[in-house]
């Protein structure tokens, strides 16, 4: 009698680096030199409490970056850089006028950051390149060690229905203002391919000490984990634990050490804000995947975090990135 195939062993839950395929991505570079437009999207009416919508054309249009800017029509007393005859509104003072920007496609929020949030990225990923421009980056070399990464992330457009982004703007808005989105994208039809995304979780505590998150988002593979304190409450160490394998058990000054190791700018990160992250080689394709076969949208790995409070009653937002083919997003 033929003796029959052992079934696998592997269970549900074993860690695997994630990683672009390289057959896909080689169907995903973009050949082109890109531009960059200040003029190409379509911005709404901007109106204080209202959300401004942009929209980006799809088609034949790859992008790699949007940078985001506000100016006013006159000087505003340490809130405008004046530069070249016009007046951008400087980033310490964006939270004042934006609430939030998420990122929107096919009418589902991929990714979002609070005005805070939006300038602490650009500052920990070193984008923070000019005072009051924000980036939203895609195949960025800031994340990617090698182009054939950087063209699997960028933001193709031919197979999907919309891109754009929604800007939440404060009451404190001025009608003297108004938002310039420039692009940098390359004139190629090309589908969307890989992505990272957000997902957000909020959570409080009432004791001090260790406290354990055993919740953390699933989908995509995981591929950073970023703490920020609500309430200004002291995080004193963490860990990161996924299935049977301890992935982090640290200080936050050790895990600042880290961060600035590998190039990261991780100076806003005390006082409860960490970033924990696979991208530390500037590989961000790298991620956990929780289950063996890529092509499974389930996953079950046992993925905790554990924080240290120094302080009591702390209030937090959790905010996991996760990295792969746009289609397993869903």
């Known amino acids: 009698?033929?003796?029959?195939?052992?079934?696998?062993?592997?269970?549900?839950?074993?860690?695997?680096?994630?990683?672009?395929?390289?057959?896909?991505?080689?169907?995903?570079?973009?050949?082109?030199?890109?531009?960059?437009?200040?003029?190409?999207?379509?911005?709404?009416n901007q109106y204080a409490d209202g959300t401004a919508v942009i929209d980006f054309p799809v088609g034949l249009y790859t992008y790699r970056a949007f940078g985001l800017r506000i100016e006013n029509s006159a000087a505003i007393a340490g809130e405008t850089v004046a530069e070249m005859g016009v007046f951008r509104l400087n980033s310490a003072n964006l939270a004042k006028y934006?609430?939030?920007?998420?990122?929107?496609?096919?009418?589902?929020?991929?990714?979002?950051?609070?005005?805070?949030?939006?300038?602490?990225?650009?500052?920990l990923m070193n984008w923070d390149v000019r005072d009051g421009i924000h980036w939203m980056c895609f195949g960025s070399p800031g994340f990617f060690k090698e182009d054939l990464h950087e063209d699997a992330y960028l933001l193709g457009t031919?197979?999907?229905?919309?891109?754009?982004?929604?800007?939440?703007?404060?009451?404190?808005?001025?009608?003297?203002?108004?938002?310039?989105?420039?692009?940098?994208?390359?004139p190629v039809a090309r589908p969307i391919g890989y992505i990272i995304t957000?997902?957000?979780?909020?959570?409080?505590?009432?004791?001090?000490?260790?406290?354990?998150?055993?919740?953390i988002p699933h989908g995509i593979d995981l591929a950073a984990i970023w703490v920020r304190a609500l309430n200004g409450k002291r995080i004193d160490g963490y860990g990161l634990r996924v299935d049977d394998q301890q992935m982090f058990d640290c200080s936050v000054p050790a895990a600042?050490?880290?961060?600035?190791?590998?190039?990261?700018?991780?100076?806003?990160?005390?006082?409860?804000?960490?970033?924990?992250?696979?991208?530390?080689?500037?590989?961000?394709?790298?991620?956990?995947?929780?289950?063996?076969?890529?092509?499974?949208?389930?996953?079950?790995?046992?993925?905790?975090?554990?924080?240290?409070?120094?302080?009591?009653?702390?209030?937090?937002?959790?905010?996991?990135?996760?990295?792969?083919?746009?289609?397993?997003?869903?």
């Not at 920007?101 to 500052?123: M, P, R, S, Y």
């Not at 957000?198 to 919740?215: K, L, P, V, W």
Request: charged share 20%; glycine share 6%; with cysteine.
């Open 98 to 123: 934006v609430a939030s920007v998420a990122l929107e496609i096919n009418g589902k929020v991929e990714q979002e950051f609070t005005a805070a949030e939006l300038i602490d990225f650009n500052e």
């Open 1 to 44: 009698m033929a003796q029959q195939p052992r079934a696998s062993r592997e269970r549900t839950g074993n860690i695997r680096t994630s990683g672009v395929n390289p057959e896909q991505a080689r169907n995903l570079r973009v050949p082109q030199h890109f531009r960059y437009d200040e003029n190409l999207p379509t911005i709404s």
């Open 256 to 330: 600042m050490a880290l961060g600035a190791l590998w190039g990261k700018d991780t100076s806003q990160l005390a006082a409860g804000n960490l970033f924990i992250d696979f991208w530390r080689e500037g590989d961000a394709n790298k991620g956990l995947a929780a289950l063996a076969q890529m092509a499974q949208v389930r996953r079950n790995a046992d993925i905790r975090l554990t924080l240290n409070f120094g302080e009591a009653a702390a209030e937090i937002k959790l905010i996991t990135f996760h990295c792969g083919l746009y289609a397993l997003q869903r």
């Open 158 to 186: 031919s197979n999907i229905r919309s891109v754009r982004l929604l800007v939440k703007l404060q009451t404190a808005w001025l009608a003297t203002m108004k938002l310039i989105v420039a692009t940098e994208y390359a």
């Open 198 to 215: 957000h997902r957000q979780q909020r959570y409080s505590f009432s004791a001090s000490g260790e406290q354990t998150i055993s919740d």
